[in-house]
C-alpha cells in the first residue's frame, strides 16, 4: 500500500460550519460510529477506535484549543 504524504492543513470555517461539524461528530462518537469529514478537498474517515484530546496552548500571540482525534491507519 502506498504511503501517504505528510499533511497539515487548517480550514476557517464560519460559526454555523463549525457548529455542525461538532454536532455530527458528538453524534458519531456518542454512537460508536466512524466519522467522515472533508477538509481542504480530502475526504477523511476518522474511525470509531480512534482516541480523543482536547489540547490548550498559550503563547506571546494568544490562546488555542485543539480538539483532536487520533489513529492509525
Do not use: C
Not at 460550519?17 to 475526504?43: H, M, N, P, Y
Amino acid at each position: 500500500m502506498a504511503r501517504k504524504p505528510s499533511r497539515d492543513v487548517e480550514k476557517t470555517y464560519t460559526r454555523a460550519q463549525f457548529v455542525a461539524k461538532l454536532r455530527r461528530f458528538a453524534d458519531s462518537v456518542e454512537s460508536g460510529e466512524a466519522f467522515t469529514i472533508q477538509i481542504g478537498g480530502e475526504r477523511l474517515r476518522v474511525p470509531a477506535r480512534a482516541t480523543f484530546n482536547i489540547e490548550h496552548e498559550r503563547g506571546s500571540d494568544g490562546e488555542e484549543i485543539e480538539f483532536q482525534m487520533k489513529w492509525t491507519s
